[in-house]
């Protein structure tokens, strides 16, 4: 049997990278922004910040989505044979596909906050009195959008573990029996 370190090892390693570095983002880079003294030097600061990231996320998102085909085609027989995996792996690709989504409106707004990056604000994600409404209302939709990616990466983590669990000798043999009854 051949083992499938490698492309396991960019669909984790991707995925948990996505995942880690949006939410230290959405904590660390977004909040600090708040503590820069200049109020026009927040959007700035935190944009400059995002934009180094935005290559690495890139390229995590790639490891993670190269691994997953990977892992999708490796594993096609029990993706058929076992019960429990199809619907998993549904929910995955589901979940994987609205991070996706989430990653590139963020990358959208993101992209139009740093358009006014001299503009003053309360923080990264926080307009004040002063930004301007386009800004603003980007500001406020980033707000909720900044936790919606790492929820949705965390939850294709989640769904990854319990695959992981439906690999286990005992769960393969169930869900080939399973299978087999239902049919």
Do not use: C, Y
Not at 60 to 81: F, Q, S, T, Y
Not at 89 to 115: D, E, P, R
Not at 149 to 155: D, F
């Amino acid at each position: 049997m051949a083992t499938n370190t490698v492309i396991r090892s960019l669909h984790d390693l991707g995925a948990a990278a996505w995942f880690g570095g949006n939410l230290m983002g959405a904590v660390g880079l977004n909040g600090a922004s708040k503590v820069v003294s200049n109020p026009t030097d927040r959007l700035r600061t935190a944009s400059a910040g995002w934009g180094k990231w935005a290559p690495l996320n890139a390229a995590a998102i790639g490891a993670h989505l190269v691994g997953g085909a990977g892992l999708l085609l490796a594993n096609k027989g029990r993706l058929a044979a076992q019960q429990g995996v199809g619907a998993s792996t549904v929910a995955k690709l589901a979940l994987t596909a609205a991070a996706l989504g989430s990653t590139a409106w963020n990358g959208v707004l993101g992209a139009k906050i740093a358009q006014a990056s001299d503009a003053p604000a309360e923080s990264a994600v926080t307009p004040s009195a002063g930004t301007p409404a386009d800004v603003a209302k980007a500001q406020r939709q980033q707000k909720v959008l900044q936790w919606v990616t790492p929820a949705l990466v965390g939850s294709v983590l989640v769904l990854n573990a319990q695959q992981g669990e439906l690999q286990r000798p005992e769960e393969v043999k169930k869900g080939l029996l399973g299978r087999l009854t239902h049919r």
